[in-house]
């Protein structure tokens, strides 16, 4: 079955590819991890701005786990033949600066330090996994 953006009369080059295949990557994450977040703080009753609990925070690491396994997957699909190590290489850069951004936005109120290294390091082996969950279902691409 032809995709779209295989199409080989208007072809689509890799750079754009990889940069569409990276920013629909994160966005499944973010849009997974808000979702997530959102739903844990109305089911355990948490207003934002409030301690969480540690029932909420495994919750939330395991939702961001989630988000980046998604992003892995999304960005594998997306990726162009032969491109799939460059993509999802600019993707842990993307989730590396963000982490670093959003700390850095958060200042002391945001979360510590040791739960964010936890989070971005088991959100990159989440990417990890999802490329591999991609490479699994779908096999090398042969043109």
Do not use: C
């Amino acid at each position: 079955m032809q995709r779209f953006w295989d199409n080989p009369r208007m072809p689509m080059p890799p750079a754009i590819r990889v940069s569409l295949a990276v920013v629909a990557g994160y966005v499944s994450a973010v849009l997974i991890v808000l979702v997530g977040t959102q739903t844990t703080e109305a089911a355990f009753g948490i207003a934002s701005g409030a301690t969480p609990t540690p029932k909420h925070l495994a919750l939330n690491v395991a939702i961001s786990i989630l988000g980046a396994t998604a992003a892995g997957y999304v960005a594998a699909r997306l990726a162009p033949p032969g491109r799939i190590a460059i993509t999802v290489g600019v993707l842990v850069i993307v989730f590396l600066v963000m982490t670093v951004v959003s700390a850095g936005l958060a200042g002391g109120n945001g979360p510590s330090r040791s739960y964010l290294s936890l989070v971005t390091l088991l959100g990159i082996i989440g990417l990890l996994a999802g490329v591999m969950i991609e490479r699994a279902v779908y096999g090398r691409r042969v043109r």
